[in-house]
Every structure is written in structure tokens, then in C-alpha cells.
T-cell receptor
């Protein structure tokens, strides 16, 4: 099956610094990638959707200048949390959807745990 | 707007017990419905799906039937195992036949199965 990786799996950073999270589709071309945020005991919240070669579409309430998304190629998307603060600590999950028969099939990465101190 | 509501956990069962996790949805159009499973330390995996009314999705002994009349997609398994311990998410994909692709998730239900 399709595999999506994320790097790093966990990261600790100091308040005010920026952190980049990578999402890669390993064995298929991802025309669309999604970034989610998951709070403890809560559902996944869609942050943004990015299509290769175009700007990301952010969900309402998500600061695009704080959460920079780049979909550089058909196998790589990055999420950069700029000037991170403790309230940005969360579990970030990406998913990817490729050129498949069923357009709704998303494949999820294992997630990245971000802790901002 | 579209939404998914699933029963809150945690749910604790003994091995070989019957499992039901309720899920209801609100949607316009004809969404596709999904159950995802998240094992400890891992990413979400698609467990099963149904794309139209009365479809039954099944996988690994789990089943769920797309009930349009009750807007439900309850997850069931006849005999759970310790290895089924995980968080289960009900989700829908908006648009006709799920063609739009964006997923809306329920809050997740944590299942713990004791030996």
C-alpha cells in the first residue's frame, strides 16, 4: 500500500524558534497533501490543503503566516511553524492523496509530536 | 455544515466481547463514510469504507453499514482481541461519492481490550 512518512517524529524547540516538519509520499505521487493538528483526546483538525505547484488553502482560523506550507514536489510537503509558542505544542499529522482511482483515498503519516518549551 | 459524531470513550472490553462504536453524521449530498484506526504510536490507517447507502464496509472482522435513513455508520466486531486496542475515528468525505476528498473526522473513540 501507499506509504507516507513524516520527519521528525518528535521535536522539542524553544519558544520563538521555527520548526520544519516534512511529509513525504514514498511510493506514489501526491497531488494533494493535507495537514492536520490533533489535540489530546480530540479529533483531527484540518489545517490546510496543498496541491503541488500552488499555494496552500488554509482552513478558517489557521494563521497562514504562522503555519507555512510548501508543496515543493509531488512527493514532498513541508509545514513550518514560525515563532513557535507553547500553545503550538501538538501532534501534527499529514496525509497525501495521489492520482488514484478513488480520489478520496488519503494515506496518513505517523505524525510529529511538537513540544515548545 | 457537515459533521461527524461518535460515541465518546474510552471503551474497555474483555477479549472476545462484542464491540459497537456508534457514529452518526450530518451531511449534504452523498458523502462517503470511513472508519480509521490509530494504533499506539502510529498514524491513521483506513479500516473500512462505504461509498453509498446500504453499502457494508468490512475488514479484519470489523463491519459497518452505511444507513442513510438513520445517518449512521456504526462500527461492529463480533469478537475483539487485545490487538484491537486503538483509537477509532469515524469520518466522512464531502461531496458526491466522496469526490471532493476532504475528510471530516469524529473525535475518536479509544478502545482498550483486556485479556
Amino acid at each position: 500500500g501507499a506509504v507516507v512518512s513524516q520527519h521528525p517524529s518528535w521535536v522539542i524547540c524553544k519558544s520563538g524558534t521555527s520548526v520544519k516538519i516534512e511529509c513525504r509520499s514514498l511510493d506514489f505521487q501526491a497531488t494533494t497533501m493535507f495537514w492536520y493538528r490533533q489535540f489530546p483526546k480530540q479529533s483531527l483538525m484540518l489545517m490546510a490543503t496543498s496541491n503541488e505547484g500552488s499555494k496552500a488553502t488554509y482552513e478558517q482560523g489557521v494563521e497562514k503566516d504562522k503555519f507555512l506550507i510548501n508543496h515543493a514536489s509531488l512527493t514532498l510537503s513541508t509545514l513550518t511553524v514560525t515563532s513557535a509558542h507553547p500553545e503550538d505544542s501538538s501532534f501534527y499529522i499529514c496525509s497525501a492523496r495521489g492520482r488514484q482511482r478513488f480520489s478520496y483515498e488519503q494515506y496518513f503519516g505517523p505524525g510529529t509530536r511538537l513540544t515548545v518549551t | 455544515g457537515n459533521s461527524v459524531t461518535q460515541m465518546e470513550g474510552p471503551v474497555t472490553l474483555s477479549e472476545e466481547a462484542f464491540l459497537t462504536i456508534n457514529c452518526t453524521y450530518t451531511a449534504t449530498g452523498y458523502p462517503s463514510l470511513f472508519w480509521y484506526v490509530q494504533y499506539p504510536g502510529e498514524g491513521l490507517q483506513l479500516l473500512l469504507k462505504a461509498t453509498k447507502a446500504d453499502d457494508k464496509g468490512s475488514n479484519k472482522g470489523f463491519e459497518a453499514t452505511y444507513r442513510k435513513e438513520t445517518t449512521s455508520f456504526h462500527l461492529e466486531k463480533g469478537s475483539v482481541q487485545v490487538s484491537d486496542s486503538a483509537v477509532y475515528f469515524c469520518a466522512l468525505s464531502e461531496g458526491y461519492g466522496g469526490s471532493q476528498g476532504n475528510l471530516i473526522f469524529g473525535k475518536g473513540t479509544k478502545l482498550s481490550v483486556k485479556p
